[in-house]
């Protein structure tokens, strides 16, 4: 499936709710200089940031372009959705209801709030959350998490860990602690791996009380912000817990029913997991739902990966971008696509680039992953080299408009320019709405006019291209920049 930067193509084989669609951010926050790498990336006590310490040759720059928003770690690039770096997820406390009902009761929690997917802003800000307290919550939060009743057998005990039954409350997830003050160093024998210190943060839905929050919301100086627009147009590192939340949010909210049996789901392990019902209320006279037993992979969050590709000539001088027809005018990006089971990076590159451009791809290097919540993506960017002597050609799998070869100075020159990678709120409504229009305009070949099944070598003029909070802005700039070695191994 293609998705070229986000893109979707109309593929009705796949559910709406899995098609990928673009974020870029507002317009005025364009030219928003990158963060300083000092204070979000300086090595604290935390486990997951000694890990990230671990990763070779630790050390950081900003990109080159004011408008990149990624870092480099040693070889690692940081795309913006990551965190950078992101809270401590101290997932073993997930297991615990003493923990979580702690985290939930104190006064310094932050709860960042979702009403249909979209999140909680300060009125008038769309990139700036508004974080609530649990006193401001109130009894919208629900009960807080349960354990298992006292008489219940030792073996099942595990099906009541920080679980929120009944199944009817509002979603909640602990999303981990924001350690990044920790006082004490990685060196510090001190370190309490187990219990970091820092401000513990929760995504909230509103659930079936989403009137009574429209008051509480207005009160609080609030409104609901635009799941992309807000989400592109936020301060990195709350980027990161944004699109944690979201993804989880969403999870939860739109896995009510087990998938084996029908029953309800009740969440557990404070949001990380979905169990049948039917594990705590068996029904009389029937059979126990085979998800009780075993592990399975609809219990837990998804990420579902999409490769997104620099593809690049033999040459290493021009790169193959590909544009749908609903897009925004002039707008070229990565040719894109969910990968599919059984296929590595490599496969689904290649396979991708012959079916939407029929380009034969040689050697294929990864570069970086972005993570997309919308809803739950993880996008795999890779850089691949394409055999000589090719013609591109549209009409295998009728997903583009165009696809065209371009060269190094005209997308500098592009990047460069001050439109080159601006969208006003027209072009997001464009490509948000396109799953629509996408089944109109993806034309069965035999409907097409021949002329439409080649390239159109220049006819469709390009002048934008993504921006950097995309992974496919990153990709085409890396490959401008010339700064990665992958690209010349290639
Ligand atoms: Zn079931």
Redesign the pocket.
């Known amino acids: 499936m293609n998705l070229a930067i986000k893109s979707v193509r109309v593929n009705l084989k796949r559910p709406i709710n899995q098609i990928y669609k673009p974020v870029f951010r507002a317009r005025r926050n364009i030219f928003i200089s990158s963060f300083p790498p000092t204070t979000t990336l300086n090595p604290t006590t935390a486990l997951h940031t000694k890990l990230l310490n671990s990763i070779s040759n630790f050390s950081t720059t900003t990109s080159k372009s004011k408008e990149q928003r990624s870092v480099y770690m040693g070889d690692n690039i940081v795309n913006f959705y990551a965190g950078q770096p992101p809270l401590n997820r101290v997932a073993f406390q997930r297991h615990s209801s003493e923990i979580m009902n702690r985290h939930l009761h104190n006064s310094e929690t932050k709860f960042l709030i979702f009403k249909e997917a979209r999140p909680l802003v300060k009125k008038g800000e769309t990139g700036k959350i508004l974080f609530l307290t649990k006193d401001q919550i109130g009894n919208q939060l629900g009960q807080e998490f349960g354990t298992a009743p006292v008489d219940a057998a030792t073996d099942s005990k595990k099906l009541y860990e920080t679980s929120r039954l009944p199944e009817t409350q509002p979603a909640l997830v602990f999303l981990g602690i924001d350690d990044r003050q920790s006082p004490t160093t990685n060196s510090s024998s001190k370190i309490d791996h187990q219990n970091p210190q820092g401000i513990p943060y929760f995504a909230l839905d509103t659930g079936k009380n989403a009137q009574e929050w429209d008051t509480k919301v207005a009160e609080l100086g609030g409104e609901w912000g635009d799941a992309r627009a807000s989400g592109g147009a936020m301060d990195i590192w709350e980027a990161g817990v944004y699109a944690q939340g979201r993804a989880l949010i969403d999870w939860n909210v739109r896995n009510k029913f ?6 309800p ?1 009740y969440s557990l392990w404070a949001g990380w997991k979905r169990n ?4 705590v209320n068996p029904i009389e006279g029937k059979e126990p ?4 037993k075993g592990l399975h992979n609809f219990a837990y969050p998804r990420t579902d990966p999409v490769i997104i590709m620099g593809i690049l000539d033999s040459t290493g001088e021009k790169i193959l971008l590909g544009r749908q027809k609903s897009w925004p005018k002039g707008m070229y990006s990565c040719l894109a696509g969910f990968i599919e089971p059984g296929e590595t990076f490599e496969d689904a590159t290649r396979r991708e680039v012959l079916e939407e451009a029929g380009i034969e791809v040689g050697p294929v290097r990864y570069s970086s992953s972005q993570p997309w919540p919308f809803p739950s993506n993880l996008m795999v960017g890779t850089f691949g080299r394409a055999k000589d002597g090719q013609t591109i050609r549209l009409d295998l799998d009728n997903e583009l408009e165009d696809a065209q070869w371009f060269s190094k100075s005209l997308i500098q020159s592009i990047i460069s320019s001050p439109t080159g990678s601006t969208y006003t709120k027209a072009d997001y409504k464009k490509l948000d709405d396109k799953s629509d229009q996408e089944s109109s305009a993806a034309l069965a070949p035999s409907e097409k006019k021949p002329e439409e099944l080649v390239s159109k070598g220049g006819e469709i003029g390009i002048s934008r291209v993504p921006p950097g909070t995309a992974i496919a802005g990153q990709l085409i700039r890396q490959w401008v920049d010339g700064g990665l070695d992958l690209v010349s191994k290639l």
Not at 258 to 263: D, H, K, R, T, V
Not at 289 to 292: A, E, G, L, Q, R
């Open positions: 087990c998938p084996a049996c029908g029953s789901t049948c019902t039917t594990a739902c085979f998800s009780t």
